[in-house]
């Protein structure tokens, strides 16, 4: 949703809508960053990672 909200807002920076929502995404990103990182920081040092990989393959190991 962030970057349609992006890219139409570019489209477009008039549009009261957009322009409330890149707002909104301007001031909470660093916060979803945060707990994004927080999540995949959890999932590196878990002592389940291997069964995760196991079952998630290679696509766990490349987004981490």
Known sequence: MYT?????YSINTKDEFYSKEQDFYDE????????TQQFENAILESKFRPELEK???KL???RL
């Open 55 to 57: 079952r998630l393959g």
């Open 4 to 8: 349609v909200a992006s890219i139409r």
């Open 60 to 62: 766990l190991r490349l």
């Open 28 to 35: 909470n990103m660093p916060y979803f960053s945060e707990k």
